[in-house]
């Protein structure tokens, strides 16, 4: 017998299983395309937090989100014998003008508070660090609260973990328990078709990996680029946001440019070759929020959906309120992240 069944192998699935098993729930897993397929199997793994200002329900959340990865990250990696790449590295950002500089103070003043000393958000000169980003103005705002991590092996890692403790991941099997449906896109077309408005959408998003070792660098956030420093030797760039297009998993000259621009942006980056190149779906709710809760489609079954790019951050607290709810009957999901927000 199962006590909680888990549809969907991507990150908020395998975190909610693993979640569940480790307070002692019998758990089923299935996902017949196998653990991290879709977009949870990408390159990027950037676990980055909100500015920290006008404080709200779902940045207090990613922020303990953020905290609880480091000791979770460990744990699957210690049962799984892989590495899912975390690392609390931080992450600099260029400051472009004279504008930018006094906000960027300021928000240091307010992480003091916001982040309870757990972290910070200071604004530094750009010398004391090797991969710098190229700075206008000479000065760079510095947070030690992001981390990364490589999306695809801490997939891995976790199904791992999961079958290290008796649970695969299943290609098709029986519901039995409690039902959790965190199918990504596939889910959000269902109830786009089911209510007659859009509930979510996919979006599209290209990433390459470069022969770069930078492995101990904080990772770079400038122009709307993230470039990763991965633990094993390789630099990540991405990504693209793309709402129209013919190929879910093709890479195109959109790539092209945004390797270019981050080339730009880190000049140490500019004669490394391209390892690889990516391109997937990423499921987003029209709230923007991750979607938690009571299925709309399926009364007394549950729903984990919407992680777009903050999925793999939010994971952590996700697969403990989800635990909560379906375990215990404890909700403590934030009401931004209901289904009904964005239906």
């Not at 790449?85 to 003008?97: E, F, N």
């Not at 379906?326 to 009904?340: A, H, S």
Request: with cysteine.
């Amino acid at each position: 017998m199962v006590d909680v069944t888990v549809r969907g192998a991507g990150i908020f699935g395998l975190s909610i299983a693993w979640s569940c098993l480790r307070r002692g729930a019998r758990v089923r897993i299935i996902d017949p395309h196998g653990a991290g397929a879709g977009a949870s199997g990408g390159l990027l793994g950037a676990l980055a937090p909100h500015v920290p200002e006008n404080w709200n329900e779902k940045k207090a959340f990613q922020f303990e989100s953020l905290l609880m990865a480091e000791s979770f990250w460990a744990e699957v990696d210690h049962v799984s014998g892989w590495s899912s790449g975390y690392g609390r590295t931080g992450r600099l950002q260029p400051i472009l003008d004279q504008r930018q500089l006094e906000q960027a103070r300021a928000r240091a003043q307010t992480a003091a508070t916001l982040w309870q000393g757990r972290a910070d958000w200071s604004v530094v000169a750009s010398q004391p660090f090797a991969c710098a980003p190229n700075s206008p103005s000479g000065w760079l705002i510095h947070d030690t609260l992001t981390a990364r991590l490589h999306p695809a092996q801490a997939c891995r890692s976790l199904a791992g973990a999961l079958a290290a403790r008796g649970v695969p991941v299943l290609a098709e099997a029986a519901d039995q328990g409690a039902v959790i449906h965190a199918t990504g896109t596939a889910d959000l077309a269902q109830m786009n078709a089911a209510f007659g408005k859009t509930v979510g959408q996919p979006i599209k998003g290209q990433a390459a990996v470069l022969d770069f070792d930078a492995r101990t660098q904080p990772q770079i956030f400038a122009d709307t680029i993230h470039i990763i420093p991965h633990a094993d030797g390789t630099t990540a760039i991405g990504s693209t946001t793309e709402r129209d297009f013919s190929d879910a998993t093709s890479t195109d000259d959109q790539l092209d440019r945004l390797i270019e621009a981050a080339r730009r942006a880190m000049p140490p980056l500019a004669q490394a070759p391209v390892l690889h190149r990516w391109a997937g779906l990423r499921p987003r709710s029209r709230s923007r929020a991750p979607m938690l809760g009571q299925h709309p489609l399926h009364p007394g079954q549950y729903i984990a959906n919407g992680g777009f790019k903050i999925g793999f951050g939010m994971a952590p607290k996700i697969a403990e309120c989800m635990a909560d709810l379906v375990l215990d009957g404890v909700d403590t999901i934030p009401v931004p992240f209901r289904p009904e927000a964005s239906l």
